[in-house]
């Protein structure tokens, strides 16, 4: 449940971005542990628009994957699809408002120089330090929505669990509102051992990243692509190997402490015990080649009747992508869209 790592880097500024930074004080951990200061990294686009009594009203919050940040939003598949006039996001419509979720970024991280001595956190903290960004830092009290994808798809639902009556819908994309397990469960642990397991990791104060971690990034690829995208870029015994090589060269580019971090803060993930709390209108959108959210175990169907304003649809584009299908915004930004439209204002 996450986004590209690679993603990222491709993306190209967006005309009428603005980014900013805000500082939360004495940020309370799940855990009890209290960060003195916490930055949070944004990046906005669109104005907001205030109603008759002075509240912004068309503010639409967007979550990122796992090894991703904001940048990933601006990535071709999904800038070119959703913001332009007419686009589901339209920029002339909505005030999107896209954090770099804690760990990665601009917001504060273990490679900002705490390394392993940096407080552990898990989804929940990365959802109150959204809502506190947006009420505290940026004066946001209600959204439209909020729309996430893999990780804060995830995010999406607890989002909607945490503060029910904040957004008057909810789209959670390739993601699934039940707790890491199974095969999920087991690739992320080779991940995570890959790292924390390393002589060369030295607790975290590394010199470079361990070798054992840049082996086995590239299985990153095979959990997250399709396998005909695969295919297509390695037909051949030769060309899949050098493409293997060229994953693990890369994984050069990420610190390996906040790629540790990230993978672990999914440990407090169980949204699945507390779905009755939903009460905004719940939109989530899967794809049937998913290997992270695989649809043969039925998590969806199982889900939605317990939410009481629910829907879900599971989608095959064609050319798929797997799970990187959400960086694919017409793949389902329609879908999103037609839900938007039917969204009741909020008093």
């Given at each position: 449940?996450?986004?590209?790592?690679?993603?990222?880097?491709?993306?190209?500024?967006?005309?009428?971005?603005?980014?900013?930074?805000?500082?939360?004080?004495?940020?309370?951990?799940?855990?009890?542990?209290?960060?003195?200061?916490?930055?949070?990294?944004?990046?906005?686009?669109?104005?907001?628009?205030?109603?008759?009594?002075?509240?912004?009203?068309?503010?639409?919050?967007?979550?990122?994957?796992?090894?991703?940040?904001?940048?990933?939003?601006?990535?071709?598949?999904?800038?070119?699809?959703?913001?332009?006039?007419?686009?589901?996001?339209?920029?002339?419509?909505?005030?999107?408002?896209?954090?770099?979720?804690?760990?990665?970024?601009?917001?504060?991280?273990?490679?900002?120089?705490?390394?392993?001595?940096?407080?552990?956190?898990?989804?929940?903290?990365?959802?109150?330090?959204?809502?506190?960004?947006?009420?505290?830092?940026?004066?946001?009290?209600?959204?439209?929505?909020?729309?996430?994808?893999?990780?804060?798809?995830?995010?999406?639902?607890?989002?909607?669990?945490?503060?029910?009556?904040?957004?008057?819908?909810?789209?959670?994309?390739?993601?699934?509102?039940?707790?890491?397990?199974?095969?999920?469960?087991?690739?992320?642990?080779?991940?995570?051992?890959?790292?924390?397991?390393?002589?060369?990791?030295?607790?975290?104060?590394?010199?470079?990243?361990?070798?054992?971690?840049?082996?086995?990034?590239?299985?990153?690829?095979?959990?997250?692509?399709?396998?005909?995208?695969?295919?297509?870029?390695?037909?051949?015994?030769?060309?899949?190997?050098?493409?293997?090589?060229?994953?693990?060269?890369?994984?050069?580019?990420?610190d390996a402490n906040d790629v540790l971090y990230r993978f672990e803060a999914s440990a407090d993930y169980h949204p699945e015990v507390e779905l009755g709390k939903i009460r905004t209108q719940f939109l989530a959108i899967n794809?049937?080649?998913?290997?992270?959210?695989?649809?043969?175990?039925?998590?969806?169907?199982?889900?939605?009747?317990?939410?009481?304003?629910?829907?879900?649809?599971?989608?095959?584009?064609?050319?798929?992508?797997?799970?990187?299908?959400?960086?694919?915004?017409?793949a389902w930004g329609p879908v999103a869209a037609d839900f938007l439209a039917t969204l009741p204002e909020r008093p």
């Amino acid at each position: 449940m996450m986004a590209g790592m690679m993603g990222a880097a491709a993306a190209e500024p967006y005309p009428g971005t603005r980014d900013g930074q805000v500082v939360l004080h004495d940020f309370r951990l799940v855990s009890g542990e209290v960060m003195p200061t916490l930055t949070i990294g944004y990046t906005t686009l669109g104005e907001a628009r205030r109603d008759s009594r002075g509240r912004i009203a068309n503010a639409v919050l967007l979550l990122h994957g796992t090894t991703g940040t904001a940048k990933n939003w601006f990535l071709p598949g999904l800038a070119k699809q959703l913001y332009g006039p007419g686009q589901p996001l339209d920029a002339s419509r909505y005030f999107l408002v896209i954090p770099d979720g804690i760990g990665l970024g601009r917001s504060s991280k273990p490679s900002d120089g705490l390394r392993a001595k940096f407080p552990h956190y898990g989804y929940r903290d990365m959802v109150n330090a959204n809502y506190r960004l947006l009420t505290e830092g940026l004066h946001v009290d209600h959204l439209r929505a909020v729309i996430g994808t893999s990780m804060g798809g995830m995010q999406t639902w607890l989002f909607a669990e945490q503060y029910p009556d904040f957004m008057d819908g909810a789209v959670a994309i390739a993601s699934s509102p039940t707790p890491v397990s199974g095969r999920n469960m087991m690739w992320r642990q080779l991940m995570i051992d890959s790292i924390r397991n390393a002589p060369d990791w030295q607790g975290g104060n590394y010199s470079a990243p361990p070798e054992s971690f840049l082996r086995t990034w590239p299985l990153f690829a095979v959990m997250t692509d399709s396998a005909t995208h695969l295919q297509t870029l390695a037909p051949t015994r030769e060309q899949a190997i050098a493409h293997d090589r060229m994953l693990s060269e890369a994984a050069h580019l990420l610190d390996a402490n906040d790629v540790l971090y990230r993978f672990e803060a999914s440990a407090d993930y169980h949204p699945e015990v507390e779905l009755g709390k939903i009460r905004t209108q719940f939109l989530a959108i899967n794809f049937a080649d998913d290997l992270l959210n695989p649809v043969e175990l039925q998590a969806l169907p199982r889900a939605m009747p317990q939410v009481a304003h629910g829907t879900y649809q599971i989608l095959s584009p064609k050319p798929s992508f797997g799970h990187q299908n959400l960086g694919q915004g017409a793949a389902w930004g329609p879908v999103a869209a037609d839900f938007l439209a039917t969204l009741p204002e909020r008093p």
